[in-house]
């Protein structure tokens, strides 16, 4: 799957950050980053229709991600409604695998819904979207009120 994100230039660190964070950890509840490049599209003018265009075309940034067949658990709720219970507590062991391992590399998610779990052919979940990731240092806790 590749995943595409225009690149504006107050947005670029957290590009980085969600890269850096796909790229650092390989677990089987966390979707697996393959690569990424820059992309400069080029666009033809009508008065010269041979010209590269690219100047004025906006970057967009690729992230190639392992292809999950089966789409979002959104996805999933919105075809079946209501799961049954066995389903339910599956998903949330999966889900919580792959908390507990970011946890332990001291990763955040931040951003935890159901558009955001992705499921593979095998109906294992995986926790996709690190936008709004974040690496604590060592020792460090993020906490919040209600």
Do not use: W
Not at 50 to 70: H, T
């Amino acid at each position: 799957a590749i995943k595409q994100l225009p690149v504006a230039p107050d947005k670029a660190q957290e590009l980085v950050k969600e890269i850096k964070i796909l790229s650092s950890y390989r677990h089987e509840h966390i979707v697996a980053y393959l690569g990424s490049a820059v992309f400069h599209p080029r666009r033809k003018s009508e008065a010269n229709p041979n010209a590269d265009g690219a100047s004025g075309a906006s970057r967009r940034l690729q992230i190639v991600m392992e292809y999950i067949p089966c789409g979002s658990l959104l996805k999933v709720l919105d075809q079946f409604g209501r799961l049954p219970l066995k389903s339910v507590q599956h998903y949330t062991r999966d889900i919580l695998k792959g908390l507990k391992y970011l946890h332990s590399h001291n990763v955040l998610h931040r951003d935890i819904k159901p558009q955001n779990v992705l499921l593979d052919a095998s109906g294992t979940c995986k926790l996709a979207d690190f936008g709004t990731a974040a690496v604590l240092a060592a020792g460090h806790t993020d906490t919040q009120d209600p």
